[in-house]
């Protein structure tokens, strides 16, 4: 393989761990690729420098306040967005100019890689020389949807009737009318600056680096490169190259593995709605009491802040934990992929955030849809309807539904069936990562890119 020795690369991810992770993947197949690595990073969500000694990083100011960080500022995560978008402007573009005025002959500063939800990054790059590559942390599909959904939302798609939910978006496929409502969200008006700069950044960027391949969207690959006219690398699952754990934020509950041991081949169902998601408390009773009458045993992530109003578990009555003790496991936060990768795991109650969702592809684990807005709505519609390797809840959080999913996925042979089509699509993608594969000739390609700026 050929070195880029001499050759350094500017990180600056989003500080949330949907976007930390595959970022310091990122981080990770440059650097085995010769790169040198720098990382910006936020005070909010820093990511543990320690875990990751081959890399420098450089913290810069965010303007969030003790209060707000304590709060929870992913509560509302466009909000966070627009605060940090507005006060990181200015530290980031001294810690950038300082890095240049330092750079030595003997290693240049070949380009800076930012998650394309940065709005200031790409007039900051421009203003000092620097070309941009844009990372997507999400499907390539939804990407190109950006320019539309400010029209989608204010030209009457929502769906006027029942009847009309289940109908396609036919400028967004395969969306349906009724997701729409809960890709926008309650204020969904304050996006449309948002997506609006997010397109017109990413088009006058130096290209846009996919966790994806054209083993799951090939079409959507090549509209990419004609809506944003700049080259586009589908580099595959990143963690199938380097394992996220060390990018964790929060402490992994480590005896899930043991617990796990314990259990038998495909019996567990892992349930986990990633790191923003919220729910009610009477979702929260309505998922416990559905994984308790489904008799299947589970492994369920809480995350403290998960359930609305609550710090963690306590709105459950200490009969229902005992009862849930029986079969299951709740804790704190997973080592996610490690356990999607156990032999009892047979299915993933999930958010279908994107990393979950290829995390769960990888490992052949078919799910159980509930998405909670924003790109999950897009992923998940992928998962049930295109793929057919899961089971979409159509938004009921109620008890019965989720027996009944929990038990057709897991006992059922409808389950069976699901689980032979996630086969079939595990070892698509995953030849697309191994050499000669689609995703790994693309890393190639990027290299060769960034050698080229
Ligand atoms: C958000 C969006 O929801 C997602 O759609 C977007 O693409 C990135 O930002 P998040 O909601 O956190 O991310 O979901 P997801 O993309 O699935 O990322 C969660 C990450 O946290 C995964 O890599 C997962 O492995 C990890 N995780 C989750 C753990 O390590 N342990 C856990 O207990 C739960």
């Not at 999913?405 to 996630?422: F, K, Q």
């Amino acid at each position: 393989m050929e070195k880029r020795n001499g050759l350094r690369v500017i990180l600056f991810p989003l500080p949330l761990q949907g976007c930390i992770n595959p970022m310091l993947q990122l981080a990770n197949i440059l650097h085995s690729r010769g790169f040198s690595i720098t990382v910006i990073h936020t005070r909010f969500n820093a990511p543990r420098s320690s875990s990751h000694p081959l890399f420098t990083f450089l913290q810069i100011p965010d303007g969030l306040s003790e209060t707000q960080i304590n709060d929870d500022p992913t509560s509302n995560v466009m909000s966070l967005l627009a605060q940090i978008n507005r006060n990181a402007e200015s530290p980031f573009r001294d810690c950038l100019q300082n890095l240049l005025l330092q750079s030595q002959e003997s290693e240049r500063i070949s380009c800076l890689i930012d998650d394309c939800g940065w709005l200031f990054t790409q007039s900051v790059a421009e203003s000092l020389n620097l070309p941009r590559i844009v990372l997507c942390t999400f499907k390539a599909t939804f990407l190109n949807a950006y320019p539309i959904l400010p029209l989608l939302r204010t030209q009457g798609y929502l769906p006027d009737s029942d009847s009309k939910a289940g109908d396609s978006v036919l400028e967004f496929p395969p969306l349906q009318k009724r997701d729409l409502s809960r890709v926008f969200g309650e204020n969904g008006e304050k996006l449309d600056p948002f997506v609006h700069a997010i397109v017109d950044t990413t088009m006058r960027s130096s290209g846009i680096i996919f966790m994806s391949c054209e083993e799951l969207e090939k079409d959507s690959l090549a509209l990419a490169n004609e809506i944003f006219k700049v080259p586009i690398f589908a580099i595959g699952p990143f963690h199938s190259y380097f394992s996220a754990s060390s990018s964790s934020l929060f402490t992994q509950d480590e005896t899930c593995i043991p617990w796990l041991d314990k259990q038998e081949d495909k019996s567990v169902i892992y349930v986990s709605l990633g790191s923003v998601v919220n729910i009610t408390e009477s979702e929260f009773l309505e998922i416990a009491c559905g994984l308790s009458n489904s008799k299947q045993p589970f492994l369920w992530v809480v995350r403290p802040g998960l359930v609305l109003g609550a710090q963690w578990i306590e709105p459950l009555s200490e009969g229902l934990v005992r009862s849930l003790e029986e079969k299951g496991k709740i804790v704190k936060w997973a080592p996610q992929q490690e356990v999607l990768a156990h032999r009892a795991i047979g299915g993933f109650l999930t958010h279908n955030g994107w990393n979950s969702t290829l995390e769960s592809i990888c490992e052949g684990v078919p799910m159980i849809c509930l998405p909670g807005g924003w790109d999950q709505m897009l992923n998940s519609r992928f998962v049930s309807d295109v793929w057919r390797v899961g089971i979409h809840l159509e938004g009921r959080i109620e008890r019965k539904e989720i027996e009944k999913a929990v038990r057709i996925l897991m006992v059922e042979s409808e389950g069976e069936r699901i689980r032979e089509r996630m086969k079939v699509l595990k070892e698509e993608v995953g030849r697309s990562v191994k050499h000669g594969g689609s995703s790994f000739r693309s890393i190639e390609t990027l290299a060769n890119h960034i050698l080229s700026l």
